[in-house]
């Protein structure tokens, strides 16, 4: 039955509706339903409670809004357009899903900007959201004063059934609860239908009351649909709770106004088609053309261009008056936000000679932590629990706790994918460079969240110790063996597996240049104690792969090291070349940094006249074949480890100075 009137507020939320379903009709590719049953939430949260400037996406102090269950993503399309975003225009719109448009199949912060974080695997987006709560908590106890506030956003998330199911929203709630983040707010959309359909099959949990369990305040709005009223209530109420993050269960209608589909598992994951949308529109009084917004819905909308330069300009004014009051803290807020890094903070990286001590560079990468955290105020971070195996924290800085979120020592607990999310946010916040830390073979455990610092540009710095069968007796679960060959294959992550304390040094200076750059560096250190090298260095660890040891004229060989192996090779090279074999010595540290490098130094390090090349990782040997060539070979581990202390394991499985010299050996023939 046709609705004969509509009130603004519904011509407003039903141009959401129709601009998700026509969009998702003309690209017969998308998913409506989300966006026409979350439709009125999602009005209310933006026109009433949102602050944000539509002219200037990056305005620091704006409340952040994620959609986490990303497959709606044209709910927030549609919302980036109708309140005046420059980012999103209506050829965008009918461009959905296409080549070259600002509107991907799921939200892409590096593509649109108005999207905070990348959306697609469900649960990361409320993960992400209690990282970009925390680093809204951290920078308003670091700069916030008795008579000055000017960090004071709330982070709003709207998330559905698939983000609840996923292992990583627990983990990252659980977190939230336990540290009281009151600025954070999330809105369930509960609609009961996943792609399987109702979500009674799989899905009987009571979601509040796991809320509840984890420390959040907890409201349910039964009737999603139409009630605004009762959602207005529940944000206001939510927001009244400062010592807690809020969960609002909103019980909504997926498709709702489709007189076929809503309700169904058909409005989830389809167009609608050309008879249903007949229907829908008479169902709803909507007389329009699809991509047609009626003036008076837009005009309300686009209040917010007003709304938000208003907004924008009473902060601006606000922090000119702190800027007055407090000019140290002032510059040096200004200064982490812009992402400058300060001057000369290189200077601390700590410097090794071949005389000193050896040390694991799980130890020297501690050292190196603690320095840098000095003189750089924006970093943070910790560990998954293993802080005292992993070496990860920040001496004398405090704890991040309910109650001192001044504190840079992030406790994590054993959450490794919900830990990896969540520092996407930080990092995605702006202002803070956050570490986080485990053991390399658990990086398996949160390889999505790995994924999507690469592929959303989160400058996110992981600090993986433990990296191979050299940690010994915690034996085969424990050993990475493929780690390492795996991450190397994610783009636009740069992986560096340092031999000493200088190339730590070196790996740290690129990991702080990368975060600045909005790129994630992985770090992978060892257990056990190495020598400090003669020819290693910071710069050429910044190179990716360098001579550290050659011979006179062109070489017979060249060993190529890697990290904790590096110095068998050298010790190799200096017994191969007592009996008179012209031996090259080559760090390899990190293949994409390496990659990066012009086609003349790479030759320059390995040239292609010599063959006869001897790689030394332990490791798989996947991908190495490309700097080995026909003739070169490789001391790999292409099995599983064995628990037995870290020396026999190594020695066992042939990684000695005496098996380099011999490997090298038959390789010369």
């Known amino acids: 039955m046709a609705v004969a009137t509509q009130t603004l507020e519904e011509l407003c939320i039903n141009s959401i509706r129709f601009l998700a379903i026509d969009a998702v009709e003309k690209a017969k590719s998308g998913h409506p339903g989300l966006p026409m049953g979350a439709a009125p939430m999602a009005f209310v949260l933006w026109d009433r409670f949102l602050r944000f400037n539509p002219k200037n996406p990056k305005w620091f102090n704006r409340d952040r809004f994620i959609l986490s269950a990303g497959h709606g993503c044209m709910l927030q399309y549609a919302l980036l357009y109708l309140t005046g975003y420059d980012s999103v225009t209506i050829e965008d719109i009918k461009q959905f899903r296409q080549w070259g448009s600002k509107t991907p199949g799921h939200p892409e912060n590096f593509e649109t900007l108005g999207v905070e974080v990348t959306t697609g695997p469900l649960g990361q987006g409320i993960a992400n959201g209690v990282g970009l709560a925390m680093a809204e908590a951290h920078l308003a106890a670091k700069f916030n004063k008795p008579d000055a506030k000017i960090v004071d956003h709330y982070t709003y998330v709207i998330l559905g059934d698939g983000c609840n199911m996923e292992g990583v929203s627990g ?48 409201q349910h709005v039964e009737d999603g649909n139409t009630d605004l009223e009762a959602i207005h209530k529940a944000i206001e109420a939510a927001k009244a709770v400062t010592d807690k993050p809020s969960f609002i269960k909103v019980t909504t209608i997926i498709g709702y106004g489709s007189p076929n589909k809503a309700n169904t598992a058909g409005a989830h994951g389809s ?15 909507w007389e329009y053309e699809p991509f047609i917004i009626p003036e ?4 309300h909308f686009r209040k917010a261009v ?38 000369g903070w290189e200077s601390v990286l700590p410097a090794y000679k071949p005389e000193d001590k050896a040390l694991a560079t799980r130890k020297t990468s501690e050292i190196t932590l603690n320095a840098l955290y000095q003189v750089l105020p924006e970093m943070i971070g910790g560990s998954a629990d293993l802080t005292h195996s992993n070496l990860t924290e920040l001496k004398g800085a405090g704890d991040f706790q309910k109650g001192n979120y001044g504190g840079r020592n992030l406790r994590f607990g054993v959450r490794e994918h919900g830990m990896g999310a969540i520092c996407n946010g930080i990092a995605l916040h702006s202002g803070l460079i956050p570490y986080c830390a485990t053991f390399l073979v658990f990086t398996d455990y949160m390889r999505a969240a790995i994924r999507l610092s690469a592929l959303s540009q989160a400058g996110v710095i992981y600090v993986m110790t433990h990296d191979s069968i050299g940690l010994g007796e915690d034996g085969p679960t424990h050993q990475p063996v493929e780690t390492i060959a795996s991450l190397r ?17 070196g790996a740290y200076k690129v990991a702080i240049e990368n975060a600045n750059q909005h790129r994630p560096t992985l770090m992978a250190f060892c257990r056990q104690n190495l020598p400090q090298l003669p020819g290693t ?23 190529i090291g890697t990290g904790s192996e590096l110095y068998m090779c050298t010790e190799a090279a200096e017994k191969l070349r007592a009996e008179g074999k012209k031996v090259r010595v080559v760090s390899l540290p990190s293949w994409e940094l390496f990659d990066a490098q012009p086609a003349d130094y790479q030759e320059s390090v390995l040239p292609k006249s010599v063959t006869k090349r001897l790689a030394v990782e332990a490791g798989s040997s996947f991908g190495w074949c490309r700097f080995l060539g026909n003739e070169g070979k490789m001391i790999s581990v292409d099995g599983f480890g064995v628990s037995a202390p870290g020396g026999v394991v190594l020695e066992k499985f042939g990684y000695t100075t005496d098996n380099v010299v011999a490997k090298a050996k038959e390789l010369l023939g």
């Open 171 to 218: 983990e990252a709630c659980s977190l939230a609860g336990h540290l009281g983040l009151g600025k954070l707010i999330a809105l369930y959309d509960d609609n009961h239908i996943s792609i399987d359909g109702s979500t009674d099959i799989a899905f009987t949990e009571d979601v509040a009351k796991r809320f509840e369990a984890y420390g959040w305040h907890v």
């Open 306 to 343: 007003e709304r938000g330069a208003n907004l924008e300009e009473e902060w601006n004014q606000a922090f000119a008056d702190y800027k007055a009051k407090y000019p140290q803290e002032a510059a040096e807020f200004e200064r982490i936000v812009s992402g400058k890094l300060p001057e």
């Open 489 to 505: 294959a994610i783009p636009n992550l740069t992986v560096i597996r340092p031999a000493d304390g200088k190339e730590t040094s």
């Open 296 to 299: 008076d819905a837009l005009k």
């Open 537 to 559: 260095s910071v710069e050429g660890v910044a190179k990716g792969g360098y001579i550290v040891l050659d011979s006179d004229g062109t070489p017979d060989i060249i060993l």
């Open 271 to 285: 167009a609608l088609g050309a008879d249903e949308i007949k229907l829908t529109r008479e169902n709803l009084g």
